[in-house]
């Protein structure tokens, strides 16, 4: 993974704020300050792992999902807009298709299987854009850790030779309740690269991304505290 030094990234932060923002800027710079109003009573968010944003270069958010507002953990992971994966339904009517084109979403099928929407990833990764994935395909109400990962995110990563930051949850969102959100260190499939993927080794890396959520999952389980039971 390559990272800027503080010169460059100085440098970079200087550029940005000569650079004319864009209305998905605008909307994500908005988004990012509500949140911040929000965090001190309504979503409060203690974060573990790696605690600052994430702006140094394109990245795929991939996380766990629970709730419909586990967009805000992800969009919280950097300081830049994030092109999230939504099923194609959302897209349709009502106050969720307004906010996934004012989000600039990316429709996909819930079987994950859709060209359209991997190529418009793909655009956006090389753009150096972020892209969210929600590896389940749907919210997960089964009490276990997770639902089996649809694959994907694995492969989009290779493809593109794009990190990916976990984000993992335990706990589904709730107001006036602390969300606890782990950020995992930005990892590569590198052993992966440079082949032509068959099927065996998209499922080897679907394999490896899951174990690796798994590992999460528990750090983040043994670092919530504990509540104190009552005499």
Not at 43 to 70: C, M, Q, W
Not at 101 to 129: F, H, W
Not at 187 to 198: D, R, S
Request: charged share 30%; aromatic share 12%; net charge positive.
């Amino acid at each position: 993974m390559t990272t800027e030094t503080p010169a460059e990234n100085a440098e970079t932060k200087q550029n940005n704020k000569k650079r004319k923002k864009t209305k998905l800027e605008k909307w994500f710079a908005f988004l990012h300050r509500a949140q911040r109003v929000a965090s001190w009573g309504l979503f409060p968010v203690k974060k573990y792992g790696h605690t600052e944003p994430f702006n140094d270069r394109s990245y795929i958010i991939v996380a766990n999902h629970l709730s419909v507002l586990d967009v805000l953990p992800a969009a919280i992971a950097t300081d830049r807009p994030v092109h999230f994966l939504a099923k194609k339904e959302l897209f349709e009517k009502g106050i969720g298709k307004w906010f996934a084109n004012k989000c600039e979403c990316i429709p996909v099928s819930r079987d994950g299987t859709d060209v359209c929407a991997v190529m418009q990833a793909m655009k956006y990764l090389k753009e150096g854009s972020f892209v969210c994935i929600f590896p389940e395909g749907t919210r997960n109400k089964t009490g276990e850790m997770f639902l089996p990962f649809k694959s994907g995110a694995a492969a989009l990563s290779i493809k593109t030779k794009t990190p990916i930051i976990p984000v993992v949850q335990v706990k589904k969102i709730k107001a006036f309740r602390k969300m606890h959100v782990y950020y995992g260190e930005p990892f590569e499939l590198t052993e992966f690269y440079g082949k032509k993927l068959t099927q065996e080794d998209v499922e080897k890396a679907d394999e490896v991304l899951f174990e690796k959520f798994k590992e999460f999952y528990r750090e983040l389980e043994s670092l919530i505290p504990k509540k104190k039971k009552s005499k």
